[in-house]
């Protein structure tokens, strides 16, 4: 597995700008672009990552297709992050996963194949990416006498077969002195949620002490899809968490994922 980290948003505005010349015009030439041509020679899985408030994840899988050809799956996710004030002594933060989509609606993913004797991208099939088939996002990290008080989800995926539509979520409940570096290791037990799901907690830090005890408060939230899958524009896993703002903290968010692709 390969990642590539260049400037985010010039290598963003690229990807977007490949893939919605390829869903235009059903061919690109892929020297035109500043992506990195090597995810397109058939060496399997590849991901580029950009972060910051608008970050991304240009997810592709590649693999031969006879002499000097290879078959390319892509899809484009954005992540976008937001804060701000909210109601009297609250901040509110969120964060979005979502399958890009165009201007006109249309799904940031296709299968092309690359013909390298011409260095053509050429269109196999229109809205035909890789899935996204789990989801997962992370909201952590305030400090001092700051606690997340609410939390939401929403989601709109593909439904995965037996699973109904139902996602998961969680708190990260921790002693109210520990800094929280690996969110992943602290999420405490998972709740399975319908589709839109609203929670609060204790409005403030000492209710929290005096309801958890062991000095344990809610300094983060968590979402998930629980496998169902974002496959096509307008499909997006979204989390909202509100706290209660005492002093000055400082606040993360993350996100991982597991992806499927349809070639092999």
């Given at each position: 597995?390969?990642?590539?980290?260049?400037?985010?948003?010039?290598?963003?505005?690229?990807?977007?700008?490949?893939?919605?010349?390829?869903?235009?015009?059903?061919?690109?030439?892929?020297?035109?672009?500043?992506?990195?041509?090597?995810?397109?020679?058939?060496?399997?899985?590849?991901?580029?990552?950009?972060?910051?408030?608008?970050?991304?994840?240009?997810?592709?899988?590649?693999?031969?297709n006879g002499?000097?050809?290879?078959?390319?799956q892509l899809s484009l996710f954005d992540a976008i992050f937001q804060h701000g004030q909210g109601r009297p002594n609250?901040?509110?933060?969120?964060?979005?996963?979502?399958f890009s989509q165009d201007a006109r609606g249309g799904s940031r993913g296709v299968l092309v194949?690359?013909?390298?004797?011409?260095?053509?991208?050429?269109?196999?099939?229109f809205n035909a990416g890789v899935w996204m088939t789990n989801a997962e996002l992370a909201i952590f990290g305030v400090t001092g006498r700051n606690v997340f008080v609410e939390r939401s989800v929403t989601s709109a995926t593909s439904v995965r077969p037996n699973a109904g539509n139902v996602f998961r979520a969680a708190s990260v409940l921790v002693p109210h002195a520990s800094t929280i570096v690996d969110v992943w290791g602290h999420l405490s037990r998972t709740e399975h949620i319908p589709t839109t799901f609203f929670r609060t907690f204790d409005p403030n830090f000492d209710a929290q002490t005096r309801r958890y005890g062991d000095g344990l408060v809610h300094r983060g939230i968590y979402a998930s899809t629980n496998g169902n899958h974002l496959e096509r524009a307008g499909h997006f896993l979204g989390l909202r968490g509100e706290f209660h703002w005492v002093s000055q903290t400082s606040f993360?968010?993350?996100?991982?994922?597991?992806?499927r692709a349809n070639i092999w």
């Open positions: 597995m390969n990642e590539a980290n260049f400037e985010p948003m010039r290598t963003l505005a690229s990807w977007r700008s490949l893939i919605d010349t390829l869903n235009r015009d059903g061919r690109a030439r892929l020297s035109n672009f500043n992506v990195d041509s090597s995810f397109f020679h058939g060496n399997g899985w590849n991901f580029d990552h950009g972060n910051g408030t608008t970050a991304y994840t240009a997810a592709v899988f590649s693999t031969p002499p000097r050809r290879f078959l390319t609250h901040w509110f933060t969120s964060a979005e996963l979502r194949e690359l013909n390298t004797d011409t260095g053509m991208l050429e269109v196999l099939f993360s968010w993350n996100y991982r994922f597991t992806v």
